[in-house]
Structures are given as structure tokens and as C-alpha cells.
């Protein structure tokens, strides 16, 4: 078991107090663990002490050895309301302004949800598995008469201010050889995923197509140092929702926490991402504390990406011309605790960034 109160967050979302933790059973034969439950529960202010900025909680079970070794379940509901997220437009050359104002550059999306994932081995000791999965969100997206959201998106899209959900429905194939999920140090782990959001009447008034890629990749260097290595590639067709434009996976893709850090997330929005991270992990010490065992280490990273407004169109009035990279470098701790729980805390310079952007979170970037 291990807890860790928090007074931390990001600068993509404010800071605040919270905590995260995580409780493990790893009685009997299963692999890596019986049963893992992960639960946070952060607040955070941002431009005002008396306005939370960002909500979130959620609690995510992990069976990962169910059927004989050949089905792992993960359930996760979660609340999650931010009320700073950034729109500027759309495409990849957006310009961010100099200064931000809240009533014209942010919106507020409250989005609970709760999802259920599967992955079945195609054998017991196989690598390759599929995947199935169904997600529900409530959605409930406010913002400014004046804001770039209602001159924007406001008349093209009927449903951008009314109470909504959506309904995604997911498949895929994934290849996992690495010798732990938690801190991997050899191996890979690749994934090819199509999620479908059907149209179903007023309640559910999007309906779109999503296809995500991601390549990992995971090697020892020496027995302190390990290279990781990720690609990811994401695309989506139809009626997409504006506030998924700037999303991978429910999070930030060019810029934010979990993808290019640096950048600050959610300032660029298009139906194309391709984004990269570089990561040099190092094991400084371990040690002992509170009768626990703890592993403490640095790494240092370089992230970059972009992306297109849409997949066929060629807009270069909104995504300019040439290479476009957006990017991050910088580094930061590691603090393991036990084999399932892990603390990052990193510090990104980007050109995109005034000065740095920071984040301290709960496990490995990927």
C-alpha cells in the first residue's frame, strides 16, 4: 500500500493539495500483481484563490489475470471538472497570445465518466492480446458569449452548450513483452486501437471515429540507466466534438502532463496528432523509510510533436507550412514506492512555455 498527500499539480491546470495512492495484493501466482486499486483526489486554483481551477478524483480496480492468465479487467470511474481549459483555435499554427483572458481564451467542461477495459491473451504466455472496451461521459461545456469558443465553434455546432454524452465503444490488438507495467526496463509494449462514438438522438449528438497507435519501446543501458522510447499517432473522422480535437487517450496531446511537457496543453486542436518522447530513466539509491522500501531516481527527456486540423484537408492556413514541431526537454525525480507505486515530478522548457512549465504526478509518463 502506499499514500502520498500531494501539494503539487501542473501549470496547465493550477496548483493545489490532494493525494494519490494505490493498494496492491500480490498473494498467489498472479502476475505482476492480484488485484491493484489506484485512487487521486486533487483540488487546484489557478488565476484565484477562491476558484477552483481543476477537480478530479477517480478509482481505477486492476485484475490483471482473471480466466487462467488470459483476461486483465480494468474499471475505472472518475469526476473530473476544469474550468481553465484553453481554446485559441483551431490547427497547428494557431497564434497563443502574449496574455490569456479567462472570458475570451478558456472554457469550463465538467465530464464524469466511467469506463471498462479488457484485454484478452490470445494465450496464457503470449505477448499479443486483444482489446475491448466501453467508456461513458456526461458532458457539460460553458464558457463566455465573447469567448473564441461561441465566435469559433458556437455557429457550427447546435449542441456545443447543451447537457450531452458520449457513448465510445472501442477495439483493438495489443503486443506487451515487458518485463514489468509499472517500471518497465526491457521490452515493448505497441497498441493499435479503433474507438467508435455512435449517434443516439439528442442525448448523444456526436458521432465520430477515432484511431490510435502507440509504439513503445523499452532498453537497459547499463544496470542504472534505462532509454525509453514512445511514438504515438492519433486520428479522427466525422462529428468530432471541439473539445476532443486537442485529446489522446482523454488527456492532452500537443502539450500537457502526459504528452509533449513543456507545452502548455490544450492550445492546439486538429483531428491528426503525431507526437514523440524520449526518456533517459536513472536509478540514483535505494533505500528505507517507515519500515517501506523506496527507490530513488532522475530522468531527463525530450518530447515533440504536432498536428493537422483535419486528415484529408490541406489547411496550411491553419497548420502553416514545413516541419511544425511543437517541443519540450527538461527533467525530473522518481520516487518508487514497493513495485506498484511510483511518483514522478518534472520541469519542461519549451519555446511554447513562459518559463517552464512543471508537473507532479502519479507513475511514469508512459
Known sequence: MGVLPIAGGDTDHGFGVGAIGSV???Q?????????????????VKDSITNFS?????????????LDGRLRLEIRPSFTRESSVRYFGRGNAVEIPAETDPDRDYFTRLHPKVQALSRWRLDRKSPWS???????????VTFEDTSTVATDIGANDPYI?????????????????????IVPSRG???SVTARVSPK?????????????????????????????????GDAMLNNVPFYELARYDDTSAIGGALAVRGVPGYSYYGKVKVFGNLELRTHIRQFKAWSRRFRFGVATFFDAGRLWSALTDERTDLDGNGLGLHYGLGGGIRLQQGRTFVIRADLAWSPDASPVAGYVLANHIF
Open 24 to 26: 496492491a495484493n500480490f
Open 28 to 44: 498467489g501466482t498472479a502476475y505482476p500483481f492480484r488485484w491493484r486499486l489506484e485512487f487521486a483526489g486533487f483540488i487546484a
Open 54 to 66: 481543476f477537480i478530479d478524483g477517480f478509482a481505477k480496480l486492476t485484475v490483471p489475470d482473471l
Open 130 to 140: 486483444l482489446l475491448a472496451g466501453l467508456q461513458y461521459v456526461f458532458n457539460k
Open 161 to 181: 452548450d447543451d447537457v450531452h454524452s458520449l457513448l465510445r465503444l472501442e477495439l483493438g490488438v495489443a503486443y506487451d513483452s515487458r518485463d514489468s507495467e
Open 188 to 190: 515493448m509494449f505497441h
Open 200 to 232: 443516439l438522438g439528442s442525448v448523444f449528438p456526436y458521432s465520430y471515429q477515432q484511431l490510435n497507435v502507440q509504439l513503445r519501446f523499452y532498453r537497459t543501458l547499463t544496470p542504472r540507466n534505462v532509454l525509453a522510447f514512445r511514438a504515438v
